[in-house]
């Protein structure tokens, strides 16, 4: 079942209360992310990227996975 920007965006929220997220996509399938948080700040962008994964909960997860792609951009505020 494919799934919704807005279900994206609260399983993010919920690990990253304070971030400015915005998800976009219109098969509910291939969507993409753009996630802007103070808690990235002395990440580098793959553990930026994997924080945000996990906060999916196994949404991505192989072939059972109700997300197939995620185009995902992450960074600190400026």
């Given at each position: 079942?494919?799934?919704?920007?807005?279900?994206?965006?609260?399983?993010?929220?919920?690990?990253?209360?304070?971030?400015?997220?915005?998800?976009?996509?219109?098969?509910?399938v291939?969507?993409?992310?753009?996630v802007?948080?103070?808690?990235?700040?002395?990440?580098?962008?793959?553990?930026?990227?994997?924080?945000?994964?996990?906060?999916?909960?196994?949404?991505?997860?192989?072939?059972?996975?109700?997300?197939?792609?995620?185009?995902?951009?992450?960074?600190?505020?400026?």
């Amino acid at each position: 079942m494919p799934m919704q920007a807005s279900e994206i965006e609260d399983l993010i929220r919920a690990s990253f209360p304070d971030a400015k997220i915005t998800v976009e996509g219109d098969d509910g399938v291939h969507m993409a992310a753009m996630v802007v948080d103070e808690s990235f700040r002395g990440m580098n962008r793959v553990q930026q990227q994997r924080a945000v994964y996990a906060a999916l909960k196994g949404k991505m997860d192989g072939s059972n996975g109700e997300l197939h792609a995620l185009a995902l951009t992450t960074r600190a505020p400026d």
